[in-house]
């Protein structure tokens, strides 16, 4: 389920532009590099960061071990035990969270600009020292197993899981990000501070930052912060890997009155020339907007759901065009036929005119709208480094966007979109398949 | 999730947060002549506003056996009128580049656009358009009750603790309509009529009944001669009866209620108190008590360090995770939860023995000085970080007027929380604290697991 948060993540980020951000490319005496965007109309600061590398690398059988990194580093640092740390994070208004995705570590920070010498030395503490002490070890180890247990009852975890079995069998990709009760069992306290070694470094770092904080002032706290950290992290490399397309339907028995259901085949990278007409070919097919052809077609016209989407997912070393959807278990076949046919009628036919012409103005039209809090702009700007777009990328985009033909994206469906190649992963008692 | 979101849970706790954060919006307002009030709240860090109707009717406002009519009505706004027909609506704020949802609640219903600046006026004309001119038929609304069953079924039917939420609510409020869910029950939404939602559109959808709340790059300079032109015209309804509803009597027997389910994999354990609203209180003039009882909250429940979490989940080792919750941002009555998870191979009785021996405590001893001292300035420094969020201030002001509350109650809130006492604290806590009016409430897994977890 991660994954599928990284997923939106990326999409998230790929619809911006902004004239109102001017970011700074900081680069500190020892080495950090961060984006600041300066924003003095309230006292508070905001951070982002990101050590790339994810739960893809959990080394064979302890699957999770990045998940159970991210959620024990905030519990006891330095001279600081679990309750000590929490407590002056609570008692200085300090939030700070980590999370693991399938190809990153990453947490944020937000605090009053009052605290924050405070917080940026909880935050040293927390990627510099963690304790990771055998009390916080085990209750952490039990809420992630209680997670785990609940998620094998859940539908959308479900459907999840065995989605990325059936693309990726194998692979790195398919590895379960929380892990499984047994992998997290088998992980020990060595092996957490291995893998804030081998991966917490400064080559490794991306830091987006917004607020109340001079560029200045900021360079010295991050050389507070990150200074010590080691100057590389530890290489890796993961085999390309496309989904596998055997166009199947694999059904998950669980015993619940609706199903969930998740399609994909093949995308297409970040990097790719053809990104943008394939991004804008999705918005009509089921991207974010209600005037979708899979919304109409699935919930407006049939009312076979309450949600339904597609989405672009590139990550690093594969690529995916997926969606969701959900509905009662007697409506399951007649919903997949439904999407099978938008699927091949975008393929052979592409999008109009209109459609093309409409979907530029939205795409283009709400760029404004990411902008809406710290947190969101400190993410972007954590995420246009990790997908190398360029400082500049904000005064681009809505370029990159108007520039697609009708041409190239009713080339990019013909070449990228298979409705045979579609894998289906239902989760529930689907009737009649 | 998408569109059209409803519902209590998320909302509600969502709403609470956001209240916790209020004080420092500044707002401004006015009220049309045909009784529509109308709030700006400025913020110009973007070139974006938030636009936001809300009308002052939710869930709990439905006649008796039509639960599920003010979400159901809520997505039927989006379907069209003459002048906007066959969902035009939505396909118009896109192709503006806007972002549009909805959302129902016990208490009020609220629609929102988020659109660049020079779009504003767009998104109001359509919105006016359709407060007044929407195009009902049964070719419409058929489609969409299958819509809301599926709804139901992703958020209800398919989650064994929003089931017992549920069973919860029907026991806990003995008589008052937030008893039934706002999705509705199945059955009683299968029998919606045409003419019960054309009905609850004529009585409820009119300016005398809404609020217009515009945050973002605007000042009220520019908002108000927009607010006059697209929804100054519309006439009022004489006809808006006041919201009358069945009232909950006092209750003389806490309630205790289990439910087992094949899907459950971690038993909980919720115990709910009958608790005032910040409505009711001001009625009284004892507002003092909802603030003392958010402090005490905090305190005992909010965080790994709160009594709670200390007590069952870091010295006790009994629980997964353990707090309180109370939000008070309703018209009727509120509830004072505790919760926790016990950890696998602790019996929820224990679990739930150490629970109360911690209330106990609470009760015999009191909160102290540094204990409500530090959860207030936490809770205030809530009200500076909500100034962040560009449409914040727009969610928290329209659903504090919609349930009632006046902006002064939003400004003050920082202050109001800032004089809580010690004594209030602890008066609080033993006002509300009472067994019989009170409902328990256990999710188990199915059998063998269920005997294991005992």
Redesign the interface.
């Known amino acids: 389920m991660k994954r599928f948060f990284f997923a939106f993540f990326v999409l998230a980020v790929a619809p911006f532009s902004a004239q109102?951000v001017d970011i700074q490319n900081l680069r500190t005496d020892k080495g950090i590099t961060a984006w600041l965007v300066e924003?003095h109309?309230?006292?508070?600061i905001?951070l982002s960061l990101s050590f790339r590398g994810g739960a893809a690398l959990d080394p064979e059988g302890k699957e999770g071990l990045a998940n159970f990194v991210a959620s024990t580093i905030d519990e006891g640092a330095g001279d600081l035990d679990?309750?000590a740390f929490?407590?002056t994070m609570?008692?200085n208004?300090i939030s700070l969270s980590f999370s693991a995705g399938l190809e990153s570590l990453s947490g944020s920070m937000?605090a009053?600009r009052e605290n924050r010498e405070t917080a940026f030395e909880l935050l040293r503490l927390a990627v510099n020292e963690p304790r990771f002490d055998e009390?916080a070890m085990q209750?952490i180890r039990?809420?992630i197993?209680?997670i785990l247990?609940?998620h094998?009852?859940d539908?959308d975890r479900l459907a999840a899981r065995a989605f990325y079995q059936q693309l990726f069998p194998g692979h790195p990709y398919s590895k379960p990000t929380n892990g499984t009760i047994e992998s997290v069992a088998s992980i020990t306290a060595d092996d957490m501070k291995a893998f804030v070694k081998r991966r917490f470094a400064k080559n490794n770092l991306v830091l987006g930052v917004v607020g109340d904080v001079s560029a200045s002032e900021l360079k010295s706290l991050l050389d507070k912060t990150f200074g010590d950290l080691p100057s590389k992290a530890t290489g890796w490399a993961l085999p390309e890997r496309k989904p596998s397309q055997d166009g199947g339907i694999s059904v998950v028995e669980h015993?619940?009155?609706?199903s969930?259901i998740m399609f994909g085949q093949k995308g297409l990278k970040r990097k790719d020339p053809d990104f943008y007409p394939a991004y804008v070919a999705n918005y009509v097919l089921g991207g974010?907007?209600?005037?979708s052809r899979l919304f109409?077609e699935v919930?407006?016209?049939?009312?076979?759901?309450?949600?339904i989407?597609s989405y672009l997912a590139p990550y690093s070393y594969t690529s995916l065009w997926g969606g969701k959807v959900?509905?009662?278990n007697e409506r399951v076949k007649e919903t997949l036929e439904i999407v099978k046919a938008e699927w091949k009628r975008m393929a052979e036919k592409g999008v109009s005119q209109k459609e093309l012409t409409?979907a530029k103005?939205?795409?283009?039209?709400?760029?404004?709208?990411r902008?809406?809090?710290?947190?969101a702009i400190a993410g972007i700007l954590v995420s246009m480094q990790v997908h190398d777009l360029g400082i500049d990328f904000l005064d681009q985009r809505n370029g990159l966007v108007e520039a697609v033909t009708l041409e190239q994206v009713n080339k990019v469906v013909q070449r990228l979109l298979n409705p045979d190649d579609l894998v289906f992963v239902v989760a529930g008692q689907p009737k009649g398949l | 999730m998408h569109r059209r979101l409803s519902f209590f849970i998320a909302v509600l706790t969502f709403w609470a947060a956001s209240q916790a954060q209020a004080g420092v919006f500044d707002p401004q307002t006015v009220t049309l002549k045909n009784g529509m009030q109308v709030v700006v709240v400025s913020n110009h860090r973007a070139p974006i506003v938030s636009h936001m109707v809300w009308y002052k009717v939710g869930s709990a406002d439905e006649p008796e056996g039509k639960s599920g009519l003010a979400h159901f009505f809520e997505h039927l706004m989006f379907k069209g009128t003459k002048a906007y027909p066959d969902g035009a609506f939505s396909k118009i704020v896109a192709r503006n580049g806007g972002q549009e949802n909805a959302f129902t609640s016990y208490d009020f219903t609220a629609y929102y656009q988020n659109v660049a600046k020079d779009r504003l006026s767009l998104v109001m004309k359509l919105e006016a358009d359709r407060m007044r001119n929407l195009t009902l038929t049964k070719e419409v609304i058929e489609p969409e009750r299958l819509v809301i069953l599926e709804e139901r079924r992703s958020r209800v039917g398919n989650n064994p603790a929003a089931l017992l939420g549920e069973q919860v609510n029907a026991s806990f409020f003995v008589n008052h309509p937030y008893r039934n869910p706002i999705v509705g029950w199945a059955h009683e939404v299968e029998a919606l009529s045409l003419k019960d939602l054309t009905d609850f559109y004529d009585r409820w959808y009119a300016p005398n009944n809404a609020i217009l709340v515009v945050a973002g790059d605007i000042t009220p300079e520019e908002l108000k001669p927009l607010a006059e032109k697209y929804y100054g015209t519309i006439p009022a309804n004489p006809d808006l009866n006041g919201r009358v509803r069945a009232q909950e009597p006092p209750h003389y027997a806490g309630r205790r209620i289990e439910m087992s389910d094949p899907r459950v994999r971690q038993v909980s354990f919720y115990r709910s108190y009958m608790a005032p609203s910040f409505i009711q209180a001001k009625a009284k003039e004892e507002t003092v008590r909802v603030h003392a009882l958010e402090v005490l909250a905090e305190i005992i429940g909010s965080g790994p360090t709160s009594r709670l979490s200390k007590a069952l989940v870091f010295e006790g080792r009994l629980a997964v995770s353990a707090g309180a919750s109370y939000s008070p941002d309703r018209r009727g009555p509120a509830k004072f939860t505790l919760w926790g998870s016990p950890l696998r191979g602790v019996s929820v009785d224990d679990m739930e023995k150490a629970l109360f021996a911690e209330i106990d405590k609470l009760l015999k001893d009191g909160v102290t000085e540094q204990e409500v001292a530090e959860a207030q300035k936490r809770l205030i420094a809530e009200a500076i970080f909500a100034r962040d969020g560009f449409s914040t201030g727009a969610q928290v002001l329209g659903s504090a007027l919609a349930i009632g509350k006046s902006i002064e109650d939003v400004e003050n809130w920082p202050d109001q929380i800032a004089k809580v006492t010690v004594e209030e604290v602890n008066a609080a806590a033993r006002a509300v604290f009472n067994e019989k009016s009170s409902v328990t409430a256990v999710l188990l897994p199915d059998e063998p697991e269920k005997e294991a977890a005992r």
């Open positions: 109102a924003d109309s309230n006292p508070i905001t679990s309750q929490q407590g609570r008692n208004s937000q009053l009390e209750r039990a809420q197993s209680m247990r609940q094998s009852q539908p015993a619940s009155p609706q969930v974010g907007s209600f005037a109409a919930r407006e016209k049939r009312g076979l759901a309450y949600s989407y959900g509905t009662a409409d103005t939205y795409l283009t039209g709400s760029y404004h709208l902008f809406g809090s710290s947190d």
